[in-house]
């Protein structure tokens, strides 16, 4: 009787230590929190570790973690935090879709070997659906590109499983985005056969265009696209009717159609991610012609990617894709609206449920900005300033939506609050040296480069600082060391590769010493434009070898470049200047098949067919 009732004694006990254990870590979140909105950065860092102690408290913790350091360059930590945060969520794909380029990947280059381990987890993970499993197969494509590894990146890409055969007509007026609402010839002239008035009232037609999967359909490879409506086109051919989603993420304003029906408009122009716009859509049995008008007024960049999925992003068996407009389908369908994106969904229904919270605010307004949806996501970070006035990290995202809008007033407002409730904030100081550098103040700019050092140590983003600095005030020695020193530390780093190449090649006039540094770098990145410095660096040396060197070079990035145009021109170009005319009229020929209609391509094969007279 005496053991038993020591035995419940101490589970009393025990069970009492851990209540006072999980309320003290409940409270250190709420704790940490209470600092992170009064901008006491150390204290929120030190009570959201202390709250990973807790089951209930650890999930959010681990992620607020990663968030901070990210933003207060600690990289490393910010990753394995948000790891741990993935782990033990009980939802973690919204919070990993809104997160992805800013705070997980890094964009969609050059991974670490940790990114790369989770990229797979992700894909062979059953739990995710197919939108986030194609994006990650996207971003280890475009990570094994950026190391040079082509074959490797076609694996991850063909998984994409994005369209690529169409046939495609332009431009179009679209001044001031005049033209997104008129009835353009292409909408009702499929075919090759058809002839239209451009823009410019020249006769054009469709041509066909091909890309692999995974790749964007890049109209400024194909038109000078200022102000312009471009239309693709493609043929679907199915075995039986089918519900579908079609799936487009766009740079420019959108419209839809299939089978002749318009089933989606949206005119504001946007820069956004694969997948932005899930439109729900029915194919019919045989085939099924497939519409798309992208318009651009505002911004300088044309493309779209599409791709077809059942309703959870997962490629659909069965299906082809056709130039051939022969006996294509006439079928009416109702207009459709976009599906909402479910992490935007995710997040509203949160600040609905939960509307005190200002991390439900933040992650919907990022959530909103990475597709471009400005106002809403200045309208939910208002929101979220309302709940807490002077937390400078939802001033910093109202910063970036007023660079995006480019509105200077507003900015320069923000900046100086974030000023003065943070002063002593990464970016408040980013902003004081910036305003210090146009003034020529050289002497506060190394001060407040020491501050930042002495807090977070020496960083790439410091010493390029740095370096920038010694540049201005011409002190070539110290430029030197320090490019040394950079290049040193960060081999991988393109900029720092790229000044230790000029200083090398131009300063120290050593082009063999500065071709060893672009061939070092190369041998672990891909970047065209190291290659291209690489090359004009042979060619410059004026031996045959070195012009044989930098033409492999040129030929090498046009295999590379995907309707590469421009690279076939340059090709063009240095034989033309070598007389050797007809290898140059190939090269032209090939490039013009791609942009029929850039003028300037046909000047150059003019003057080369003068040339062969």
């Known amino acids: 009787k005496n053991n038993k009732m020591k035995t419940v004694k101490f589970l009393l006990i025990a069970f009492a230590v851990l209540m006072t254990f999980n309320a003290k870590t409940q409270n250190d979140l709420k704790d940490g929190w209470d600092a992170f909105k009064k901008n006491n950065i150390d204290q929120a860092l030190e009570k959201f570790q202390s709250a990973t102690k807790n089951p209930s408290s650890k999930a959010e913790a681990h992620l607020m973690l990663a968030m901070i350091q990210k933003d207060y360059y600690d990289p490393k930590n910010s990753f394995k935090n948000i790891n741990e945060f993935l782990k033990v969520s009980e939802n973690p794909e919204p919070y990993l879709n809104v997160l992805w380029?800013?705070?997980?990947?890094?964009?969609?280059?050059?991974q670490t070997p940790e990114r790369i381990t989770l990229l797979n987890s992700i894909i062979s993970n059953p739990k995710y659906s197919g939108y986030t499993k194609a994006r990650a197969n996207y971003t280890l494509g475009e990570h094994f590109q950026a190391i040079g590894d082509f074959k490797k990146a076609k694996t991850y890409l063909?998984?994409?499983?994005?369209?690529?055969?169409?046939?495609?007509?332009g431009t179009f007026e679209n001044i001031s985005a005049s033209g997104f609402d008129k009835q353009h010839a292409p909408v009702t002239s499929p075919g090759t056969e058809k002839t239209f008035k451009n823009k410019n009232q020249a006769d054009v037609t469709w041509f066909k265009i091909t890309y692999p999967s995974g790749y964007w359909i890049d109209f400024n490879k194909h038109f000078f696209t200022n102000n312009s409506i471009i239309f693709a086109e493609?043929?679907?051919?199915?075995?039986?009717?089918?519900d579908v989603m079609l799936n487009i993420g766009t740079s420019g304003s959108l419209k839809l159609w299939v089978n002749d029906a318009l089933i989606f408009s949206e005119e504001t122009e946007r820069n956004n991610d694969m997948d932005t716009y899930r439109i729900p859509a029915k194919i019919f049995s045989g085939k099924n012609r497939i519409l798309i008008q992208v318009g651009s007024s505002e911004l300088d960049r044309s493309n779209f990617m599409m791709r077809i999925t059942d309703n959870n992003g997962m490629d659909i068996p069965g299906l082809a894709y056709t130039n051939d407009h022969n006996g294509y389908l006439k079928k009416s369908q109702a207009k459709?609206?976009?599906v909402s994106l479910p992490?935007?969904?995710?997040?509203?229904?949160?600040?609905?449920?939960?509307?005190?919270?200002?991390?439900?605010?933040?992650?919907?307004?990022?959530?909103?900005?990475?597709?471009?949806?400005?106002?809403?996501?200045?309208?939910?970070?208002?929101?979220?300033?309302?709940?807490?006035?002077?937390?400078?990290m939802l001033t910093w995202q109202l910063l970036l939506i007023y660079i995006k809008e480019e509105n200077r007033t507003a900015l320069s407002a923000a900046i100086e609050k974030m000023r003065k409730i943070d002063p002593e904030n990464p970016i408040s100081l980013d902003f004081d040296y910036n305003e210090a550098n146009e003034k020529e103040d050289y002497v506060k700019c190394h001060s407040i480069i020491d501050k930042l050092k002495s807090k977070y140590g020496n960083n790439e983003g410091f010493m390029l600082k740095e370096m920038e600095l010694a540049n201005s005030e011409n002190k070539i020695d110290e430029l030197l060391d320090l490019a040394d020193?950079?290049?040193?530390?960060?081999?991988?780093t393109y900029i720092f590769a790229l000044y230790k190449f000029q200083l090398e090649s131009g300063y120290k006039k050593k082009p063999a010493e500065g071709i060893k540094v672009l061939k070092a770098y190369?041998?672990?990145?891909?970047?065209?434009?190291?290659?291209?410095?690489?090359?004009?660096?042979?060619?410059?040396?004026?031996?045959?070898?070195?012009?044989?060197?930098?033409?492999e070079i040129y030929k090498n990035l046009q295999v590379n470049a995907v309707n590469g145009s421009d690279e076939l021109i340059l090709l063009g170009d240095i034989y033309f200047s070598f007389r050797e005319y007809t290898t140059a009229e190939s090269y032209y020929l090939q490039a013009i098949a791609i942009a029929p209609y850039i003028s300037p391509y046909h000047s150059k094969l003019a003057l080369c067919y003068e040339q062969m007279k």
């Open 343 to 392: 992490s935007e969904k995710f997040f509203e229904d949160k600040i609905k449920e939960k509307p005190n919270e200002i991390l439900n605010y933040m992650l919907l307004a990022k959530a909103y900005s990475n597709n471009e949806k400005i106002l809403e996501s200045q309208r939910i970070t208002n929101e979220a300033l309302k709940l807490s006035p002077d937390c400078s």
């Open 485 to 492: 020193m950079a290049y040193s530390k960060y081999p991988d």
């Open 101 to 110: 380029s800013e705070v997980i990947f890094n964009g969609y280059g050059k």
């Open 522 to 551: 190369l041998k672990n990145n891909y970047i065209p434009g190291a290659y291209q410095n690489l090359a004009s660096t042979y060619a410059e040396m004026g031996t045959q070898t070195g012009l044989e060197d930098a033409i």
């Open 234 to 242: 493609t043929y679907c051919e199915s075995g039986s009717d089918k």
């Open 336 to 338: 459709s609206a976009a």
């Open 158 to 169: 063909d998984k994409v499983s994005s369209l690529g055969t169409f046939m495609i007509a």
